[in-house]
């Protein structure tokens, strides 16, 4: 269409991604975050969770390992050495990955 300076060979919908409930939700409290932040998702079982902060530049600033159970799990994180800027959270169990958006002030 247009001009055709640009062509695309495939396109992606959102139907085409399969919905994974090993991590449903991740809520992240305070956030903005100035000392410390609280990460709360739920596990469909218990097992082990790697909890990672990533800079804009992509390197992990902070890292925990914690264990999970099923339901509603909460990790609280020291966000105080933190610069003010923003950062990625990732929630990784097993082979499910949710991530969320962390504001330091």
Same mark, same amino acid.
Do not use: W
């Given at each position: 269409?247009?001009?055709?300076?640009?062509?695309?060979? !495939?396109?992606?919908?959102?139907?085409?991604? @399969?919905?994974?409930? @090993?991590? !449903?939700?991740?809520?992240?409290?305070?956030?903005? +975050?100035?000392?410390?932040? !609280?990460?709360?998702?739920? +596990?469909? @079982? %218990?097992?082990?969770?790697?909890? !990672?902060?990533?800079? +804009?530049?992509?390197?992990?600033?902070?890292?925990? %390992?914690?264990?999970?159970?099923?339901?509603?799990?909460?990790?609280?994180?020291?966000?105080?050495?933190?610069?003010?800027?923003?950062?990625?959270? @990732?929630?990784?169990?097993?082979?499910?990955?949710?991530?969320?958006?962390?504001?330091?002030?």
């Amino acid at each position: 269409h247009g001009r055709g300076a640009f062509k695309c060979a !495939s396109y992606v919908g959102l139907n085409e991604f @399969e919905n994974n409930d @090993e991590v !449903s939700n991740i809520g992240i409290f305070p956030n903005p +975050a100035s000392d410390n932040t !609280s990460f709360v998702f739920n +596990a469909t @079982e %218990k097992g082990n969770a790697l909890i !990672s902060v990533f800079s +804009a530049d992509g390197k992990v600033v902070l890292s925990k %390992k914690v264990d999970v159970i099923s339901g509603e799990n909460t990790v609280q994180f020291n966000v105080n050495n933190l610069s003010t800027g923003n950062y990625v959270v @990732e929630v990784r169990i097993n082979n499910s990955v949710m991530t969320g958006k962390l504001i330091k002030n």
